[in-house]
């Protein structure tokens, strides 16, 4: 073969691999200018909501999440960004009448918010009456408001005897978590316009079984592919379970699953992009996959490889809550340690968190989640930004993106924003300012950021149209 041409054979080859990945996969960016000068509309009977979760407002939780707060690492350094316990965090406990009002005067009809299971059944086995009989008047209250209450029956948390026997690592613990379920349906079906099964179960696992930041701070992908199937056959055996109970026929019920678009850093890079191809393949494609076809096909090269068959995970949404902030960048690397980081580019606005302002990726998210045929709800998108110098634009932005899927066909059937006021945001403490309130945390007043403004001033004009 003439040497040259020899040269030439692998050169080629990247350069069609590579664009065919730019042309099939690509990073949409659109004209702002142009996209602030349309109308946005939404169709009638669209649901504005706010939502939180119940470790990081209620306050006084002992579930795997307070352990961890309590611990320290290795090195004996703190868990939590500032040593930061999550503590009374909004006292939302005691103060949801108060906070129901600030709901309500948003103008939203739905709050999305999630039941403690630690408060529920705080040992094994033992229900706490008063527990639900308090979830039953905070739904009581938000209906006697006007607020549609929209209930997340996991989100990250649990009790802790459910934490000491392996959690979600061991199959046969599904039984306890169908079971609290169950007890929880029971007591507020009759309320509830929206049934969540499990929250971000790729969020949950990735952080707590292969980065190790969140409990149980493991740091094994073969572990983590495990965890994400059993949540996933969780959320399945849960969907069957709440159906066959009374009521379950009418009840709505889906799982949470946050979309995040993965690009990577250099283009023109084929390293990013494999690295990037199978990031999104454990993040994204492997859950969407099981509830579409009952396959589930967890593979890392060379850490992992997880395979499973559930035919019976077909038919198990009555919708798809999805949660989208941002995208993420990928920069591999030949480092086996640690073999890609999350880079931006220096032009891209960010947020308090690390990743961007990028509107159009909640835009590519339901584009996603659409091919599994059910309604969307888009259950948390917020930005964290303790200046408030961010927020109204985000704000804008991002539910222009929404308005625009709509318009294309896509499905939405709701909007929650995250989070109706700040909290205790997991590992980052309470740097993270995501709510539309601000709190005061030794006060616990709570004051409209300007901001959240915008906010209200979209889904006021909804109303008008």
Known sequence: MDKKLFTFFPFALWLIYVIFLSATNPEVRWDWEKEEAKPMSFPDGFVWGVATAAHQVEGECTNNWSAWENSTDENNNPR??????????????????????????LGVTSYRFSIEWSKVEPEEGQFDARALEHYKNVCIALKESGIMPVVTLHHFTHPIWFEEKGAFENKENLSYFVRYSERVFDALNEYVGLWCTINEPAVYTYQGY???LWPPGKTDPQLTGEVLYNLMEGHVRVYRALKARAGGHVAKIGIVKNIFPFDPYNRWNPLDWMVTRILDNVFNIVALEFLTSGIYNYSMPTMAN????????????????????SHQRINSHLNPNRFFTIEFYPHEPMTDMNYPIYPEAIYRSIKRVSELGVPIFITENGIADAKDDRRALYIDRYIRAVARSIQEGFDVRGYFYWSLMDNFEWSEGYDMKFGLYKVNFQTQKRRLRDGSRRFIEIVSASKDE
């Open 80 to 105: 939590i960004h500032n040593d930061e316990k999550s503590g009374i965090a909004c006292d939302h406990w005691n103060r949801y009448q108060d906070d129901i009002q600030l709901i309500k005067d």
């Open 210 to 212: 292969f980065n190790g």
């Open 306 to 325: 997880v395979k499973y068959e559930n035919p019976d995970a077909v038919g198990t949404l009555d919708f798809i809550g999805m949660n989208n902030y």
